[in-house]
């Protein structure tokens, strides 16, 4: 009498075996379609109780065919019932086969090496996700150090108080008033009149700057009024934004970066 053997598939919890092995080692004379067709008559359901499946066939040289054949994964619920309602002594023995494999499967080492295999898994997946966390947080940690330069920069100039001359904000960014003047007048922020920067109208009323007048000696030693234009904090911030977009960082990200 020839050894049963049925391949079974295991997903986690759900096992399988192939509904045209079990047909093949049923000797079912009928066609491996017509027979699963008349079968699904006793009312097994797809995807419940049984899942279609297409795969490859080959030819003896090994060049696929040009149609796949198709295969259904059956529970081993359904396996039993299709072996019991065969009524051959062949579908007896594979149906004793099964209950053996059920009996094997719930046995309390079986049970306790599912578990431990479980545990592992569970192990695994927590060490993954820890390292994916360190490598996630030094990643922030890389973004935080790159932009705390620029925290720092904008934190520098709200701290500060008073206005101030074109010349410090200039200085920031290692450049001379001349050049960062130029640069806002021909970026449309300001322009000059006599020896005065004033801002385009735009930006007039956004406290960005502000005019004071002081009296000082001219060179026949009379005194004479002047006035000089100077930049709020607000007005360094704007300007910090404005040179950003161009590329333009001052020296603190600069050295930083």
């Not at 003896?60 to 065969?86: F, S, V």
């Not at 996630?136 to 701290?159: F, G, R, S």
Request: contains cysteine; charged residues 25%; proline residues 3%.
């Amino acid at each position: 009498m020839n050894e049963i053997s049925i391949a079974v598939r295991y997903n986690n919890d759900m096992r399988t075996v192939s509904g045209r092995e079990l047909h093949k080692v049923l000797n079912v004379r009928t066609q491996y379609s017509m027979w699963f067709d008349r079968m699904r008559e006793y009312g097994f359901i797809e995807n419940t109780d049984f899942f279609t499946v297409t795969k490859n066939v080959y030819r003896e040289d090994g060049r696929p065919m040009p149609q796949k054949q198709i295969d259904h994964n059956l529970t081993i619920d359904m396996a039993k019932e299709l072996c019991m309602i065969q009524r051959t002594e062949i579908g007896n023995r594979c149906r004793k086969y099964f209950l053996n494999l059920e009996r094997q499967w719930n046995s309390p080492d079986a049970v306790m090496a599912r578990a431990l295999q479980i545990a592992d898994q569970k192990l695994e997946l927590a060490n993954q996700q820890n390292n994916n966390l360190i490598e996630t947080t030094a990643v922030q940690a890389k973004q935080i150090e790159v932009m705390k330069p620029k925290a720092d920069y904008c934190d520098m100039v709200l701290h500060s108080e008073g206005l101030m001359p074109i010349s410090t904000i200039a200085k920031d960014y290692g450049k001379s008033a001349i050049w960062l003047n130029k640069w806002l007048h021909e970026h449309g922020i300001q322009y000059k009149q006599g020896q005065v920067w004033l801002p385009y109208q735009k930006y007039a009323d956004r406290g960005y700057m502000k005019s004071k007048t002081h009296t000082v000696y001219d060179k026949n030693g009379d005194l004479t009024a002047k006035v000089h234009s100077y930049w709020t904090q607000q007005g360094r911030i704007f300007v910090y934004h404005q040179l950003k977009k161009e590329g333009i960082l001052p020296l603190i990200e600069q050295d930083d970066s």
